[in-house]
Antibody
Framework: QVQLQESGPGLVKPSETLSLICTVSGYSISSGYYWGWIRQPPGKGLEWIGNIYHSGITYYNASLKSRVTISVDTSKNQFSLKLSSVTAADTAVYYC??????????????WGQGTLVTVSS | QSALTQPRSVSGSPGQSVTISCTGTSSDVGGYNYVSWYQQHPGKAPKLMIYDVSKRPSGVPDRFSGSKSGNTASLTISGLQAEDEADYYCCSYAGSYMVFGGGAKLTVL
């Protein structure tokens, strides 16, 4: 049973970079699957941030693309999210999740518990 | 990349059926059979309920079903139970990216 766990600072100052790590257990990232980040502002809906394949190929939400970097570290079985130049609008619960194993599987079947990141000075 | 359109709220009594719609465009919902649905209880992570428009993951009750017509996908929950009260989100592939709906709050009366 795959498990995902987000970690990182819960408070980030405006204009700085938000950095989160997702640690995967129960499955080796290097074996395949796509992995993703999704966020949810307080009281609002889900927003897809981006996906990464185990090889490092990435896909980003166009509205965030200029500020987002998703990377993978197969040696640590982790993937990470960096979001630069944050504002209060980036305050949200950030989820990491596993997408399907192939390019025809566009759904998230396993999710982390989520971590709240607040942008405030 | 506009969010898919869902009703903000739906409701039904125990034992009844409810349908939640998810409207997109020919570039997302209408263009691909890659619509998924997620259930989210307060303070919890979303849970996959339907994928590829109408397929159910193992463990999801067959009371949950999905369909699609044109640019609109639908999630139907039959035999409503109190535990079904939650937020429901649709999600679609849209050609190299993915887009979620705004979410619908299901109230079991």
């Amino acid at each position: 049973q795959v498990q995902l766990q987000e970690s990182g600072p819960g408070l980030v100052k405006p204009s700085e970079t938000l950095s989160l790590i997702c640690t995967v257990s129960g499955y080796s990232i290097s074996s395949g699957y796509y992995w993703g980040w999704i966020r949810q502002p307080p009281g609002k809906g889900l927003e897809w941030i981006g996906n990464i394949y185990h090889s490092g190929i990435t896909y980003y939400n166009a509205s965030l693309k200029s500020r987002v970097t998703i990377s993978v570290d197969t040696s640590k079985n982790q993937f990470s999210l960096k979001l630069s130049s944050v504002t209060a609008a980036d305050t949200a619960v950030y989820y990491c999740a596993r997408r399907g194993s192939s390019w025809t599987e566009y759904y998230f079947d396993s999710w982390g518990q989520g971590t709240l990141v607040t942008v405030s000075s | 990349q506009s969010a898919l359109t869902q009703p903000r709220s739906v409701s039904g009594s125990p034992g009844q059926s409810v349908t939640i719609s998810c409207t997109g465009t020919s570039s997302d919902v209408g263009g691909y059979n890659y619509v998924s649905w997620y259930q989210q209880h307060p303070g919890k992570a979303p849970k996959l309920m339907i994928y590829d428009v109408s397929k159910r993951p193992s463990g999801v009750p067959d009371r949950f079903s999905g369909s699609k017509s044109g640019n609109t996908a639908s999630l139907t929950i039959s035999g409503l139970q109190a535990e079904d009260e939650a937020d429901y989100y649709c999600c679609s592939y849209a050609g190299s990216y993915m887009v979620f709906g705004g979410g619908a709050k299901l109230t079991v009366l």
